[in-house]
């Protein structure tokens, strides 16, 4: 952070910056360096190792699409498992559904929870429903060592770097095939296919190897780097482009819907020449 502004450094050429009134705290947890920024533009924002994760502002796009996506595709979505997420937006998203019985959060840093209940009680609301079970812990060691089964696993990680590296990676991907039920699913973020293209391609191949469906969606997050961002579904028996159920059940959303469900997996050519080339 230099100054009254924060910059964003995606490559050697590209780069953002946000103008902030205020920095509310920082902390270097023991896996990254964490901060509460107030902004001019967006609200209030966090970020882990000065990367983005989540504003005020525009939050409920990315929560309601890694969320609902996989959750309406799913005719009964009843035990869910959350890796990553540990500010609340995709808990708060899936406790909307009225089949859930439970659901596990797995989050490796439990200073992001902390400091998301403090400063972003909106978005961290979800973390005193009984249905929850709060893991503080490895995502990709608890997927090895669970004896529990799930209908939806939805990986809400931050970028491939430090901890969440592993949640990248084939052998994770088949840990978590493992302990889908029968028909489960699976939702990631994937990354900017213009910014992240290897990134993007490499968790579609591995995903593809792994599952007999795999589908890209796609939405604007307006704070991530610019353009559209992937979430990539690993489905073992439900077609993602067929909706279970209607997402006006729901309640109100604020971005999500069945023609934004549908949109969403329409690929411009670009992105479905990446994939094919895989
Ligand atoms: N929406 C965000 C984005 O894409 O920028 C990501 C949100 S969330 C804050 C990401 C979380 O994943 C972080 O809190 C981080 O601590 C957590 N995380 C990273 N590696 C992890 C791992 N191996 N197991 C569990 N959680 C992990």
């Known amino acids: 952070m230099t100054g009254s502004w924060i910059c964003e450094k995606h490559t050697e050429g590209y780069a953002v910056k946000w103008k902030i009134k205020d920095i509310l705290h920082e902390e270097q947890t023991r896996y990254q360096k964490l901060a509460v920024v107030d902004t001019l533009e967006w609200g209030k924002a966090l970020l882990l190792d000065d990367a983005l994760q989540i504003s005020e502002k525009d939050e409920f796009i990315y929560h309601e699409m890694i969320s609902h996506v996989?959750?309406?595709?799913?005719?009964c979505p009843e035990r869910v498992l959350i890796i990553g997420g540990g500010d609340g937006g995709t808990l708060r998203e899936v406790l909307k559904h009225?089949?859930?019985?439970a659901v596990d959060l797995v989050e490796i840093?439990?200073?992001?929870?902390?400091?998301?209940?403090r400063f972003f009680p909106a978005i961290s609301c979800g973390f005193t429903d009984r249905r929850l079970n709060l893991h503080i812990a490895d995502g990709v060691h608890f997927v090895k060592e669970t004896s529990f089964r799930y209908d939806v696993i939805i990986v809400d990680s931050s970028d491939p770097l430090g901890p969440a590296t592993p949640l990248f990676?084939?052998?994770?991907?088949?840990d978590v095939y493992k302990i889908l039920k029968a028909d489960g699913l699976l939702v990631v973020q994937s990354e900017s296919p213009i910014f992240y293209g290897e990134v993007f391609r490499s968790v579609y191949r591995q995903i593809n190897t792994v599952f007999p469906l795999t589908r890209v969606f796609l939405a604007?997050?307006?704070t991530y780097v610019s353009g559209p961002w992937s979430f990539t579904m690993g489905s073992k028996k439900y077609n993602p482009r067929e909706l279970a159920k209607k997402p006006a059940d729901l309640g109100y959303l604020k971005y999500y819907n069945e023609g934004i469900h549908r949109a969403a997996?329409?690929?411009?050519?670009?992105?479905?020449e990446m994939?094919?080339?895989?």
Do not use: W
């Open 275 to 278: 994939i094919l080339s895989v």
């Open 109 to 117: 840093d439990e200073r992001v929870v902390e400091n998301s209940k």
């Open 98 to 101: 009225q089949q859930l019985n």
């Open 265 to 272: 997996f329409c690929l411009p050519p670009y992105i479905k």
């Open 220 to 222: 604007p997050i307006a």
């Open 169 to 174: 990676n084939l052998e994770f991907y088949q």
């Open 70 to 75: 996989g959750m309406c595709t799913h005719p």
